[in-house]
């Protein structure tokens, strides 16, 4: 059994796969999953697992390079685009580096998701709870 905190197998499974700059989407409930692109849904029901509650797990077993987020989360949700540049930010001090954030609009973010190695649907229902997180390499 695997030791650390990431206990799904599929998610844990994808980000052991990703190389530099390879992409990991991690969305709300509404995203929708291109095809051909892997689809990991976590959704139980409304809210439930909450955005914020599966980005930790994922950021603690993905070294973080950059990240894309919406333009239309920092507009209309700027509590939770508050606590989501908070997160990142702690994961800069906990890996010793610089995460640059773009802000894209939405429909570019929704083109992008079609290079990502995986989407995790959440059960968010925050309007453009979305994010698209890019490896880097620990060295």
């Known amino acids: 059994m695997r030791k650390a905190d990431l206990l799904n ?7 052991s796969l990703m190389g530099h700059t390879d992409s990991l989407c991690i969305g709300d409930a509404g995203l929708p999953v291109p ?19 599966v980005l930790p ?13 919406a333009q ?6 700027p509590a939770f685009h508050a606590k ?15 995460i640059t954030v773009t802000t894209v609009p939405h429909e570019e ?19 453009y709870a979305n994010i698209l997180l890019y490896s880097g390499v620990p060295f």
């Open 9 to 15: 197998a599929p998610i844990a499974r994808v980000v």
């Open 35 to 53: 095809d051909g692109v892997e689809r990991i849904d976590l959704a139980v029901s409304t809210g439930l697992p909450g955005f914020l509650d």
């Open 57 to 69: 797990a994922v950021l603690g077993e993905l070294f973080v390079e950059r990240a894309a987020i």
């Open 72 to 77: 239309e989360l920092s507009d209309g949700q």
């Open 84 to 98: 989501l540049l908070r997160q990142l930010r702690n994961l800069e001090q906990a890996q010793g580096n610089s």
């Open 109 to 127: 973010f929704k083109r992008l998701t079609r290079s990502s190695k995986a989407v995790i649907r959440t059960g968010e229902f925050t309007p």
